[in-house]
């Protein structure tokens, strides 16, 4: 399990670093990932990315309770009720279908009842 949550960790962090450069993909999700997977797998990982310089706080204002940034919160939800709405598309199974739309109506409830990070500007 230590090695699924490793791997699941990096590939995450891949593509929270390849969010910062496409607009499309969300950045702070995949870094809160990568930090749970970390947490969960490696504490040496888990500091490093934390503290990281660059990637640090796009996490930081999460685990410190202070919430997301709301181009954060958008970005996730939309990404994710895309692709919920292109595999209920493909797959043709009454089940699956529930099984998607369950999860993102309640990740979505999640991510929304999370506070919203106002910067100062």
Same mark, same amino acid.
Do not use: E
């Given at each position: 399990m230590r090695y699924l949550l490793l791997a699941i960790g990096w590939l995450s962090? $891949?593509?929270?670093?390849? %969010?910062?450069?496409? #607009?499309?993909?969300?950045?702070?999700?995949?870094?809160?990932?990568?930090?749970?997977?970390f947490a969960r797998s490696s504490p040496r990982f888990h500091r490093w990315l934390v503290s990281h310089?660059?990637?640090?706080?796009?996490? $930081?204002?999460?685990?410190? %309770?202070?919430g997301m #940034?709301?181009?954060a919160k958008v970005y996730a939800i939309t990404l994710m009720w895309t692709?919920?709405?292109?595999?209920?598309y493909l797959?043709?199974?009454?089940?699956?279908?529930?099984?998607?739309?369950t999860s993102a109506v309640l990740v979505s409830l999640y991510i929304l009842k999370q506070k919203t990070l106002q910067r100062a500007g």
């Open positions: 962090v $891949a593509l929270g670093v390849v %969010g910062i450069f496409l #607009p499309v993909l969300p950045t702070t999700p995949f870094l809160l990932l990568a930090a749970a997977c310089p660059r990637l640090g706080p796009w996490i $930081a204002d999460y685990l410190g %309770g202070q #940034p709301r181009k692709s919920i709405a292109l595999s209920c797959v043709p199974l009454f089940w699956a279908r529930a099984f998607m739309l």
